[in-house]
């Protein structure tokens, strides 16, 4: 070392030139290792700024600032000599800025983002609520109402102008969602009526998007609900009640007498030429002038076309006609052709009295079994049998029945025809609930 008071010797312009190469070197090589640091920092650390997202890129961005602020210093401190110093300074003031130009960008875009993303927390929760309250209409409105509000504050977010139109048009969405929410709560609590009305009452509010998967699962409900009716009353549901009126649980016989052996060959004496009375009986006159003559009256004075039996009236919306056509009822079900006089029948049930086997035995032995004709009813006792009309298994309407002698081989092919009829007609049922137009 030259001692203090002497001059520097004036410098070898050579190596003055090497010694100026040098500083502009390192300065430059400093500089690839703060850019490289800095680029770890950013992007590539596992928690590296441009990861952030949204609140946490607000919260980190100052101490990544700060950080950088520090590289900067101890870029320089390491630095041999001023002359490097004054070359880097400048160069690391530049790139430093750019950087906080970037960082500042993304908190910015990240704030938006955090923003919007709030705004969507918020409408999903007022979904969920809308979900847990759905049977409460006004509470329903209210929570369609703050949705709105989010998402004119999500379509808000950023710099541009609002947009009303936008702005409008994200709020009713929001509604719809949350009102389609609540209606798709109560369909899955079953509370399909309830379901129902509240889609009629805010149809015009909802988002095409989803009125269509509402509207049809809607219509399937209906469907099911009104096929299972269908189905439903077509199953016999009514008890054998014998005369000592105990329910036995066991499904009806059809047979409107005791049981009794069947006896072959004893039937078919046939009636035709009797079938009907007179169409000028005075009383028959007066009641159709009245309009209150039955149909079973103006059969009985061959007055009507013979009635069928036919299922209730389905009311299911459909989109093809069911593959197969509907079941009918087999001749023996009906009102014979040979149907003459009938009494009317107290109830469904079978525990007629004396005066009422009288009539029926009468009636029978003179215009015969309703359905063949035949004038002998084919039991042991000699008694006919009285049939219900409409069937008690097929009178869905609840209808009041009446009384008709027939023999016991009808009356037998009557019971196996009804069972047959009700399957068929609940497989039938059973095939138009599967008929959904929307799958
Ligand atoms: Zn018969």
């Given at each position: 070392?030259?001692?203090?008071?002497?001059?520097?010797?004036?410098?070898?312009?050579?190596?003055?030139?090497?010694?100026?190469?040098?500083?502009?070197?390192?300065?430059?090589?400093e500089?690839?290792?703060?850019?490289?640091t800095?680029?770890?920092?950013?992007?590539?650390?596992?928690?590296?700024?441009?990861?952030?997202?949204?609140?946490?890129?607000?919260?980190?961005?100052?101490f990544?600032?700060?950080?950088l602020?520090?590289?900067?210093?101890d870029?320089?401190?390491?630095?041999?000599?001023?002359?490097?110093?004054?070359?880097?300074?400048?160069?690391l003031?530049?790139?430093?800025?750019?950087?906080?130009?970037?960082?500042?960008?993304?908190v910015?875009e990240?704030?938006?983002?955090?923003q919007?993303?709030?705004?969507l927390?918020?409408?999903?929760?007022?979904?969920?609520?809308?979900?847990?309250?759905h049977?409460?209409?006004?509470?329903?409105?209210?929570?369609?109402?703050a949705?709105?509000?989010?998402?004119r504050?999500?379509?808000?977010?950023?710099?541009q102008?609002?947009?009303?139109?936008?702005?409008?048009?994200?709020?009713a969405?929001?509604?719809?969602?949350?009102?389609?929410?609540?209606?798709?709560?109560?369909?899955?609590?079953?509370?399909?009526?309830?379901?129902?009305?509240?889609?009629?009452?805010?149809?015009d509010?909802?988002?095409?998007?989803?009125?269509r998967?509402?509207?049809?699962?809607?219509g399937?409900?209906q469907?099911?609900?009104?096929?299972s009716?269908?189905?439903?009353?077509?199953?016999?549901?009514?008890?054998?009640?014998?005369?000592d009126?105990?329910?036995?649980g066991?499904?009806?016989i059809i047979?409107?007498?005791?049981p009794?052996?069947?006896?072959?060959?004893?039937?078919?004496?046939?009636?035709?030429?009797?079938?009907h009375?007179?169409?000028?009986d005075?009383?028959?006159l007066?009641?159709?002038?009245?309009?209150?003559?039955?149909?079973?009256?103006?059969?009985?004075?061959?007055?009507?076309?013979l009635?069928?039996?036919?299922?209730?009236?389905?009311?299911?919306?459909?989109?093809?006609?069911?593959?197969?056509?509907?079941?009918?009822?087999?001749?023996?079900?009906?009102i014979?052709?040979f149907?003459?006089?009938?009494?009317?029948?107290?109830?469904?049930?079978r525990?007629?009295?004396?005066?009422e086997?009288?009539?029926?035995?009468?009636?029978g032995y003179?215009?015969?079994?309703?359905?063949?004709g035949?004038?002998d009813?084919?039991?042991?006792?000699?008694?006919?049998y009285?049939d219900?009309?409409?069937?008690?298994?097929?009178?869905?309407?609840?209808?009041?029945?009446?009384?008709?002698?027939?023999?016991?081989?009808?009356?037998?092919?009557?019971?196996?025809?009804?069972s047959?009829?009700?399957?068929?007609?609940?497989?039938?049922?059973?095939?138009?609930?599967?008929?959904?137009?929307?799958?």
């Amino acid at each position: 070392m030259p001692p203090e008071s002497s001059p520097p010797p004036p410098p070898d312009p050579r190596i003055a030139r090497e010694q100026a190469i040098a500083d502009n070197t390192r300065a430059e090589s400093e500089l690839n290792r703060f850019i490289a640091t800095k680029q770890d920092a950013l992007f590539v650390a596992p928690d590296a700024f441009y990861r952030t997202q949204g609140a946490d890129a607000i919260r980190t961005a100052p101490f990544v600032l700060d950080s950088l602020s520090r590289l900067n210093e101890d870029a320089l401190d390491g630095l041999a000599n001023d002359a490097q110093r004054r070359k880097l300074g400048p160069a690391l003031d530049a790139h430093l800025q750019l950087t906080r130009d970037d960082i500042a960008r993304h908190v910015s875009e990240q704030s938006k983002v955090w923003q919007r993303q709030t705004a969507l927390d918020r409408i999903a929760l007022l979904t969920k609520e809308a979900a847990y309250r759905h049977n409460d209409d006004g509470l329903i409105d209210a929570i369609g109402t703050a949705a709105g509000s989010a998402a004119r504050a999500h379509a808000r977010v950023g710099d541009q102008p609002p947009d009303v139109e936008a702005e409008n048009a994200a709020a009713a969405k929001a509604r719809s969602g949350i009102l389609s929410a609540a209606i798709q709560a109560r369909l899955g609590a079953g509370n399909i009526s309830g379901a129902t009305a509240l889609f009629d009452r805010v149809q015009d509010q909802l988002d095409p998007t989803h009125a269509r998967p509402l509207q049809a699962q809607l219509g399937s409900e209906q469907r099911f609900d009104t096929g299972s009716a269908y189905a439903g009353a077509l199953m016999p549901v009514s008890l054998d009640t014998s005369a000592d009126g105990v329910e036995t649980g066991k499904p009806e016989i059809i047979s409107d007498a005791s049981p009794e052996p069947v006896e072959v060959g004893k039937q078919y004496a046939q009636a035709e030429d009797e079938r009907h009375k007179a169409k000028d009986d005075p009383v028959y006159l007066i009641k159709k002038l009245e309009h209150t003559a039955t149909p079973q009256d103006r059969i009985a004075h061959g007055d009507a076309p013979l009635e069928v039996v036919r299922p209730p009236p389905i009311s299911i919306p459909l989109a093809k006609s069911p593959a197969r056509a509907a079941p009918t009822p087999g001749d023996a079900i009906p009102i014979g052709k040979f149907a003459g006089e009938s009494i009317p029948a107290r109830s469904s049930k079978r525990n007629f009295n004396k005066a009422e086997r009288a009539d029926g035995n009468r009636i029978g032995y003179k215009t015969g079994c309703h359905t063949c004709g035949s004038r002998d009813p084919g039991t042991p006792s000699g008694n006919f049998y009285l049939d219900h009309q409409p069937a008690s298994r097929l009178n869905f309407a609840g209808v009041d029945q009446r009384l008709y002698p027939q023999c016991m081989t009808c009356s037998a092919r009557q019971g196996g025809q009804t069972s047959r009829y009700l399957k068929e007609a609940e497989e039938y049922a059973r095939e138009l609930l599967k008929k959904d137009p929307e799958q």
